[in-house]
């Protein structure tokens, strides 16, 4: 696994260190902070459960899938950050910029992102109307981890496809 991160830090690098590096502006800062707050496992667990509880139907189940959605997926990113660590882009690149309290866990896959799709997922697929809203979020969250130097981009895409694929194969089980 080792050789398939070396291929993909020397494709990544550029793209990774053009967005931790010269997007580093104070208003970014702000809004990627708030984006990785939202896709917190505090947030998005809290939030999916009061909607879940509180919210009228469709809306109930919608919070429910959301919920189901953010637990599940994080099975496989569980499994994958033990069988497959990779060092996170600050420890590999030591011009990187870092949040204030950098992550020592593996990068890959980013947990953040997953959660993100997992949880905006429902939404989208129970109302597309909301698609061009919750999809920027999704990116948003995504392009925090890289901006903050906590998961190269790969370790991003694949957090959008594991959160968004556990919610639509849970939404045609549940």
């Not at 998005?44 to 469709?58: C, G, N, Q, R, T």
């Not at 599940?72 to 590999?92: D, F, G």
């Not at 990187?96 to 799709?117: E, V």
């Amino acid at each position: 696994m080792s050789r398939i991160y070396r291929m993909l830090q020397e494709v990544e690098r550029p793209l990774f260190l053009y967005v931790n590096i010269r997007w580093n502006r104070s208003a970014l800062n702000w809004l990627f902070h708030a984006l990785s707050l939202i896709a917190g496992a505090t947030f998005s667990l809290s939030l999916s459960l009061l909607v879940a509880i509180f919210a009228p139907e469709p809306w109930s189940s919608t919070g429910w899938l959301a919920l189901a959605s953010v637990v599940l997926s994080h099975i496989p990113v569980s499994i994958a950050k033990r069988s497959a660590p990779r060092l996170r882009p600050y420890q590999v690149f030591p011009q990187a910029n870092t949040n204030r309290r950098p992550l020592k866990d593996p990068s890959f896959p980013s947990g953040h992102t997953t959660a993100a799709f997992a949880m905006l997922t429902p939404w989208m697929l129970a109302e597309p109307l909301l698609i061009p809203t919750l999809l920027p979020i999704g990116i948003g969250v995504a392009l925090s981890r890289v901006y903050f130097g906590l998961h190269f981009p790969s370790d991003t895409i694949v957090g959008a496809l594991l959160g968004t694929s556990t919610a639509m194969l849970l939404s045609i089980w549940i």
